[in-house]
């Protein structure tokens, strides 16, 4: 039998609701009468009865194009698996809750009897083994005459508070994924949790092949999406929304543009920069950003919009797998933290703000990331592109006593202390060697105040859990008191009165030691606080921080376990793009860990 339609054949999804819904080449009977049964407008159950008694295969074909084959439905599925996905959103979930009924024989049968005198279809049934509560879908138009036959029918229980209520839940869908295997079900369950789609109630076949959800009607869109590209392995989409368009937000924003495409193809990942935004302006664009987003940030991006607008912009698209990527060095903006993630946003940051703000700040951000399931990756917080964090983080977690850490924690001090060590110029000409190389800050005294390096020292202080406040680590202010007010011009004027003190220092040293700017994180590190220090030392030219070349950043960490010998993690700390590098990173260990 041939079946011409308007469309060629049956996809795996309502291609209204997902994009890259697929066409399916061949069902069996059974599926093509579950996927009737639960939405498939294309075909009505009982059509299929006939065909199946005679054995009578079916093509559905499309009446606009004769060239395409359609879908074959036969007596056997060609492939085992999950077959496709379909939707129901005119139903409504009764709720029957009676506690006093434990023990009581019959209760469903009443149900169902009530209902079936009024010609009124239950679809989908949920219920404790002590009938204790039934969740039921129905009809939506037939939801309140239901629950009038009911009250009527229970209304002897009720007087005896055997029955407690009956409800209506209006706005709800179903999506039932078809040849879906229980043993398999976590993983399109865990996605939709990730996504903070949280079904209202669940069921499957005897033959534990075909599950359904209910879900509520306003997240269908977007859950059957989350379905779709978790059970087919379809491209899945990352959409990002990136918050800081300087050095590093932009050389980030290029990385993706220009790495979308080897990303899709070798992890089948399409990731999607849907926001761009600055202090100003943000770029929104629901198929993602070009590469002339600067241009068009400038002439299409819109004024004055807030972070709840690029939330609401996310909702009205359904998107999911949603980072939000934070590039700014601002404290004002920090406060969006935690209304992305009850939005449903994974972060990404290199902006350390929101690490060493208060401790009770800090846990509160952690706490809600676990209320919501959600990640907050900052790897480029400390060392850039170094895998510094997370070797801390699984040292700490795997047990390992972390008895010291310290390090040159600043790429432009190091470039700075590094050369002044070896070279014979004067420390105001390296200095300013290094602010034209672009090393520094505008105003380098951002740099030679410490403020940063004990940031980054107060950051990893925090990942092995101490409660220490940013106030109480002790810095060395490389900048003399009477050079640390003023403008940054009147302080780049005077740099050669920094010479005669460095100097004294560099020659003061003993034999063979250079120096260093270090940050050091000590004393017993199992009670709540440690001893954190920002200092300048002198150490011999053979050891690790001595042997320091170039910008590069280094780490040492010492262990019980390792004893005297530290684990060294070396190489470039700072720069745009290596920074911007370590960030697409995080945002790739998100995708991966949502896949």
Known sequence: MQNYTHVSGIFTANPDLVADAKKIEQLSFSEANELANFGATILHAKTIIPLLEKNINLRILNTFNKEDKGTLITAESSTKGIKSISTIDNVALLNFEGRGLLGKVGIDARIFKTLSDRNISISIISQ??????????IDADKAQEAVVALEKEFENDFYSQDVNQISIVNNVAIISIIGQDLSEFHHPYNALIENQIVPVLFNNTVTGKNVSLVVKKDQLHKAVNVIHGQVFGITKKINIAIFGKGLVGGALIDQIIDNTQSILERRKLQLNVFAV?????????KDGVSKN??????EKGDDNVSIDDVITFANEHHFENLIAVDNTASVNFVSNYIPLIEAGFDLVSCNKIANTLSFDFYKEVRSKLKEYKKQYLYETNVGAGLPLIDTIRLLHESGENITKIRGVFSGSLSYIFNTFSTENG???KILQDAIDKGFTEPDPREDLGGNDVARKLLILARELDLENELSEVEI???IPEHLRDGSADEFLGNLELLNVEYQNLKDSQKPNQVLRYIGELSGDLSKNKGKLEVKLVSTPKTTPLGSLKGSDAIFEIYTESYGEQPIVIQGAGAGASVTARGVFGDILRLAKHNN
């Open 128 to 137: 404790g083994s002590s009938e204790r509560g039934i969740g039921l879908i």
């Open 476 to 478: 060395k202010n490389l």
């Open 277 to 285: 935004a600055n202090s100003k302006k943000v770029l929104l664009n």
């Open 293 to 298: 987003w600067k241009e068009d940030l400038l």
């Open 426 to 428: 004067s420390f105001s």
